[in-house]
């Protein structure tokens, strides 16, 4: 287990702070994840912009990526804290457990992007021309592949960072696959 600690408000600097107070108007805490970046003066404002940057995805396309990249990278924070927002953005428990092994039964286009993002995360881009094909033949445009690769960074950097640093998971534990 790690030391890594989550610093509260008043260990971090005065720009993070105001991005906690932020946080704790929009989603009503600070999410331990988003406060082990304030160890750094500088990360948890990049990865707030990043994060909040206009996308092509919708927010229930968002969570596609999040639960089945998140699964693929082994990060038990971001499968428990995308588990509750894949809820309120409208999954069911069954259809976030399909997304998180990169696939939608219930839905072709949704089942092509979950497989996709694992596919991209995967082999690191190295998809091959039929996945591609797959991908704009769900409907699926080149600036939705650019908005899919950003979305997989996105979550990419807080699966590593808890991968790293194993912060304590403040969101209820998603169940084991």
């Given at each position: 287990?790690?030391?890594?600690?989550?610093?509260?408000?008043?260990?971090?600097?005065?720009?993070?702070?105001?991005?906690?107070?932020?946080?704790?108007?929009?989603?009503?805490?600070?999410?331990?994840?988003?406060?082990?970046?304030?160890?750094?003066?500088?990360?948890?404002?990049?990865?707030?912009?990043?994060?909040?940057?206009?996308?092509?995805?919708?927010?229930?396309q968002k969570?596609?990526?999040?639960?089945?990249?998140?699964?693929?990278?082994?990060?038990?924070?971001?499968?428990?804290?995308?588990?509750?927002?894949?809820?309120?953005?409208?999954?069911?428990?069954?259809?976030?457990?399909?997304?998180?092994?990169?696939?939608?039964?219930?839905?072709?286009?949704?089942?092509?992007?979950?497989?996709?993002?694992?596919?991209?995360?995967?082999?690191?881009?190295?998809?091959?021309?039929?996945?591609?094909?797959?991908?704009?033949?769900?409907?699926?445009t080149k600036?939705?592949?650019?908005?899919?690769?950003?979305?997989?960074?996105?979550?990419?950097?807080?699966?590593?960072?808890?991968?790293?640093?194993?912060?304590?998971?403040?969101?209820?534990?998603?169940?084991?696959?």
């Amino acid at each position: 287990m790690s030391n890594f600690n989550v610093p509260t408000r008043e260990e971090v600097s005065e720009n993070n702070q105001a991005i906690f107070d932020n946080l704790e108007k929009g989603v009503g805490f600070v999410p331990n994840i988003y406060a082990a970046m304030a160890h750094s003066k500088n990360a948890l404002a990049s990865y707030m912009q990043f994060l909040g940057a206009a996308t092509s995805l919708n927010n229930k396309q968002k969570e596609v990526v999040n639960l089945a990249v998140s699964e693929l990278n082994g990060c038990k924070y971001c499968q428990s804290a995308h588990t509750a927002t894949g809820k309120m953005n409208g999954f069911t428990d069954d259809q976030i457990i399909e997304l998180r092994k990169g696939v939608a039964s219930w839905d072709s286009k949704t089942n092509v992007l979950a497989q996709t993002a694992q596919r991209i995360a995967a082999t690191n881009g190295q998809i091959g021309a039929d996945s591609l094909s797959d991908f704009h033949a769900a409907g699926y445009t080149k600036e939705n592949l650019v908005d899919l690769i950003v979305a997989i960074g996105i979550i990419t950097v807080t699966n590593l960072l808890h991968n790293v640093t194993e912060v304590p998971i403040d969101f209820p534990i998603a169940v084991e696959l």
